[in-house]
């Protein structure tokens, strides 16, 4: 795994976080088949910031293909608040909201949007072909070159797009967004 972080400062948690290299290559291509099959056809008529072949915002939530991901995301964004965070001694649980697959195809993208009101959001790639497509991050005016097998995980609000696919090949990915709750 390798880890970049884009930050203001070095002690918030309002952070994007690049993570490379997430998944044994097995659970990438099973999630990547399952995103496939999902989105050979637009279920949301490109009516969403998506311009893309896109699934329903809940259809990954019930792939039961998709657990063993959304618990290990689960488990990072908890290593990324006990790291990060001041003093954490609470325990929390997060709720996936929802979750959807994507295709992007030639000339497809993602136009700029943010993920308010929801505290966590994060998309992970599971095919980027060649030329690589950038996702920008629009407040911290940086640009990062997509890559096959990359989670990111930044909070809901942070404004983001995802340039066009000019490869002939589709692009796979998934996004998601999650809240999270003190546990009492």
């Known amino acids: 795994m390798n880890l970049q972080l884009l930050q203001f400062s070095p002690h918030s948690l309002y952070c994007a976080y690049v993570i490379r290299d997430y998944l044994p290559k097995d ?41 063993f991901f959304f618990q290990k995301v689960a488990h990072s964004i908890d290593a990324i608040i006990r790291l990060r965070g001041r003093n954490v001694i609470d325990e929390f649980t997060y709720n996936f909201i929802d979750s959807w697959g994507m295709r992007h195809k030639k000339d497809d993208h993602t136009v700029e949007h943010s993920h308010i009101p929801r505290f966590w959001s994060g998309a992970y790639y599971t095919y980027v072909p060649e030329p690589q497509p950038f996702i920008e991050f629009c407040e911290f005016n940086e640009k990062i070159k997509l890559k096959t097998n ?35």
């Open 27 to 67: 659970e990438m291509l099973n999630l990547d088949e399952t995103i496939r099959e999902l989105t050979e056809e637009d279920s949301m008529d490109r009516k969403t910031n998506v311009k893309a072949n896109m699934t329903s915002y809940t259809a990954l939530q019930n792939s039961s293909k998709c657990g």
């Open 150 to 184: 990359m989670l990111l995980l930044f909070p809901g609000s942070m404004l983001h797009k995802v340039s066009e696919n000019q490869s002939e090949e589709d692009r796979i990915s998934m996004a998601f967004n999650i809240n999270m709750e003190k546990q009492v």
